[in-house]
C-alpha cells in the first residue's frame, strides 16, 4: 500500500484515493489540505510532544502553566477546622494553624488585602457583563494605581471597583451605557458618578489614558442591532445625524441615547421596519417624551 511521508506523519493512500493526480498535501488548521484542488483529507492526529531538556525548549513548547495572581502569598491559610478529607482538628493541631493564620496574616499589607477582595470582584463583573480581556486588564491597572495611592481610605472599595471597569470601558470605546452597568453591579449611579470623578482627576493622567464619552453615532447602531433593524437603516439614521448636525444642530449637554433614538426612531418610520416609540425608548432608556422633543428638533434642521 503506497504512502506519503509529510511532516513525520504518515496519510494512507486510501484517504486521498479521490484526490486529484498530483496531490500536494500540507496541514492547515489541524486538516491535512491538498494545495490542488483544495480537497481535506482527514484531520491532523496529536502526536506525542517531545521531550524539552533546556530553557529554551522548555520556553518555546509549553503549552500551558499555572497563573498565580501577583499579589499575597499564593497559598492561604482558612478558618475551616476541617483537614483536607473533612476529617476534624485536634485542639493542638487547631491552635497550631491558628497560631500560624495570624502570622500569615501578619505578613499580609493593607494592598494585598484590597486586591484580594477586588480583583476577583473585577474578573466576576467583567464576566457579567461581557466586557472583553483587555479592558479588564485596563480596569485591574486603573485600580492598581487607586489602591496604592490610597484613595478608596474613607471611601467605597466596591464604588471604585465599578467606575475603574466604567472607566476602561470608556477608554476603549466599548458601547456600554452607564444605566446598564449600574443595574448589573446592583450600585447607585451617584456612587458611580463620584467615584468616576476622582479617577478622571488623579488616576487617568498618570497612566496616560484617554477618557472618551460615548458618542451618539455609536448609540445609533448600539441601538440598531437591539431593534433587530436592516443596516441600512443604521446607515440613513447616522446620514440624519450628520446632516442635522451640519445644519446647526446644537449637541452640547443634550444625552447621546436621545439623539441616537430619534433618528432610530426616524430612519426607521421612513422606511419599511417601523418601530413605536416606547421599543425605542425602551432599548434606549430613555422617556417617550425625550424621544419626541429630540425629533423635532432634528426635524427642523433637516429641511
Not at 203 to 229: M, W
Request: net charge positive.
Amino acid at each position: 500500500m503506497k504512502r506519503i511521508r509529510n511532516n513525520r506523519f504518515e496519510i494512507i493512500d486510501e484517504l486521498f484515493e479521490d484526490c486529484c493526480t498530483n496531490p500536494k498535501i500540507e496541514i492547515r488548521d489541524g486538516n491535512y489540505v491538498c494545495l490542488s484542488c483544495g480537497m481535506i483529507i482527514t484531520r491532523r492526529l496529536v502526536e506525542n510532544e517531545m521531550r524539552a531538556f533546556t530553557a529554551d525548549e522548555i520556553s518555546k513548547r509549553r503549552r500551558t502553566e499555572i497563573t498565580w495572581r501577583t499579589f499575597g502569598p499564593r497559598t492561604i491559610i482558612s478558618k475551616n477546622k476541617r483537614d483536607i478529607r473533612g476529617n476534624k482538628l485536634n485542639a493542638d493541631t487547631n491552635a497550631l494553624f491558628s497560631r500560624l493564620a495570624k502570622i500569615q496574616k501578619s505578613f499580609v499589607n493593607s494592598i494585598e488585602r484590597n486586591f484580594h477582595d477586588a480583583h476577583p470582584k473585577l474578573q466576576m463583573l467583567s464576566s457579567k457583563m461581557g466586557i472583553p480581556d483587555f479592558i479588564r486588564d485596563t480596569a485591574k491597572k486603573i485600580y492598581t494605581v487607586i489602591a496604592k495611592r490610597k484613595l478608596t481610605m474613607g471611601r467605597s472599595i466596591e464604588g471604585f471597583i465599578v467606575a475603574s471597569l466604567y472607566a476602561a470601558i470608556r477608554i476603549h470605546e466599548f458601547p456600554l451605557l452607564m444605566e446598564e452597568v449600574c443595574e448589573i453591579c446592583m450600585i447607585p449611579r451617584k456612587t458611580v458618578h463620584h467615584h468616576l470623578a476622582i479617577i478622571l482627576k488623579k488616576v487617568l493622567s498618570d497612566l496616560k489614558l484617554k477618557y472618551k464619552p460615548i458618542t451618539a453615532e455609536q448609540l445609533v447602531f448600539r441601538f440598531g442591532n437591539d431593534l433587530g433593524l436592516p443596516m441600512e437603516t443604521q446607515k440613513k439614521a447616522i446620514n440624519m445625524l450628520v446632516e442635522a448636525s451640519k445644519n446647526g444642530l446644537l449637541r452640547t449637554g443634550k444625552d447621546p441615547k436621545g439623539l441616537a433614538a430619534s433618528v432610530i426612531y426616524m430612519a426607521a418610520k421612513a422606511g419599511n421596519h417601523r418601530k413605536t416609540q416606547a421599543e425605542v425608548s425602551e432599548i434606549a432608556k430613555v422617556t417617550e417624551v425625550t424621544l419626541r422633543s429630540r425629533s423635532k428638533q432634528i426635524k427642523s434642521k433637516l429641511q
